[in-house]
């Protein structure tokens, strides 16, 4: 079976793209599927995450830099088909680069990591606007999910913009990211939130979301977990 491609995607800033691209990769990764990270943003943030792991312990996902692709993009990524079981493409933050509406087009899921706050919300509307039209023209298969991350529990400002995603026309995901450091330290340290004592509750958010993504895409669950070897 050809891999799933899930594209991560929203066109603003901030929103923790990487952060969310890399956590899932590497949640699969460690349950023993085989991964590829495309690092389609210039930044090449997720390319550093996964060099700033040591060599007794690689990332388990392996990354491919392929932000000169441009607007074909999907043509480069097509090449790895046959390769991986999972595709996760890192896209750049740029209302005007092509690469979003190129992954897009052969995306099986995308994802769109989401700030709970208003502000960031109307930011959103331009890739929801994306995903749309992509839809409607070359590929009318593909899902898509917000993905509220860097939440703050228990607050009311969250509760609120949570509200407002049930109205934006794509579904959210049940499972949330929280704000933790735990991510910043498994992206300095070129691992998962899964390589660290005391990250239980990170963890247990990334496998959630993991889950989940699975079972849009059809996929039953591995009980493979905690596989540290790189995919290679």
């Known amino acids: 079976m050809p891999a799933r491609i899930i594209v991560v995607a929203n066109q603003k800033g901030g929103s923790g793209k990487t952060t969310i691209a890399m956590g899932l990769a590497g949640t699969l990764g460690r349950r023993g599927h085989k991964v590829l990270v495309v690092d389609a943003d210039q930044q090449a ?73 208003p502000p960031d919300i109307w930011a959103a509307r331009g890739i929801r606007t994306l995903i749309e039209n992509v839809r409607d023209t070359v590929n009318e298969g593909i899902q898509a999910r917000l993905v509220p991350n860097m939440c703050q529990p228990n607050t009311q400002i969250t509760r609120q913009a949570l509200e407002l995603l049930d109205g934006f026309a794509i579904a959210r995901t049940a499972a949330s990211l929280h704000l933790r450091t735990a991510h910043r330290q498994a992206a300095a340290l070129g691992g998962t939130v899964h390589d660290f004592d005391g990250a239980g509750s990170a963890a247990q958010e990334l496998n959630t979301l993991t889950d989940e993504v699975l079972a849009l895409l059809g996929i039953a669950l591995k009980e493979v977990r905690h596989v540290k070897a790189a995919n290679g």
């Not at 932000?67 to 999907?74: E, F, I, N």
């Not at 043509?75 to 890192?90: A, H, M, N, P, S």
């Not at 509406?101 to 052969?106: F, N, R, T, Y």
């Open 45 to 117: 943030t997720a390319t550093q995450w996964a060099k700033a792991a040591p060599d007794d312990n690689p990332f388990p996902a392996n990354v491919s830099g392929l932000s000169a692709a441009g607007d074909k993009v999907h043509r480069e990524v097509k090449k790895y088909l046959g390769d991986y079981d999972f595709i996760v493409v890192d896209c750049p933050p740029a209302v005007d680069s092509a690469v979003p509406a190129s992954a897009l087009m052969i995306a099986d899921l995308a994802l769109v990591p989401i700030i709970p706050s």
